[in-house]
Nanobody, 127 residues
Framework: QVHLVESGGGVVQAGGSLRLSCAASGDTVRNYFMTWFRQAPGKERYFVASIDWSGGSTFYTDSVKSRVAISRDNAKNTWYLQMSNLEFDDTAVYYC????????????????????WGQGTQVTVSS
């Protein structure tokens, strides 16, 4: 079982950048397909980006595709979400989630398919 802890959130001006981290413990990240979700106040939790166990395949929601990069560092057992040119609509709590790599890419946008979650990190984009 893997334990996830996010960090890197904060308050940033519109147009700025942030890098979120998701540190894993209890197991190696090589065993997991990993996804970032986000949840704005009063809204559902939505898919942002995914990366497979090898790092060879990445997936993004259309609204962030040109501004976000998901990556992993297996040596540090950590996943990252680099966000740039942040917009007001990016304000949300960002969660990392993981599931066994054996699920492959099936339903990767479905938050209910992920058994492991971090506690979330707040990102606030200000004017």
């Amino acid at each position: 079982q893997v334990h996830l802890v996010e960090s890197g959130g904060g308050v940033v001006q519109a147009g700025g950048s942030l890098r979120l981290s998701c540190a894993a413990s209890g197991d190696t990240v090589r065993n997991y397909f990993m996804t970032w979700f986000r949840q704005a106040p009063g809204k559902e939790r939505y898919f942002v980006a995914s990366i497979d166990w090898s790092g060879g395949s990445t997936f993004y929601t259309d609204s962030v595709k040109s501004r976000v990069a998901i990556s992993r560092d297996n040596a540090k057992n950590t996943w990252y979400l680099q966000m740039s040119n942040l917009e007001f609509d990016d304000t949300a709590v960002y969660y990392c989630a993981a599931r066994s790599k054996f699920f492959g890419q099936n339903s990767y946008k479905n938050r209910r398919s992920y058994p492991y979650w971090g506690q979330g990190t707040q990102v606030t984009v200000s004017s």
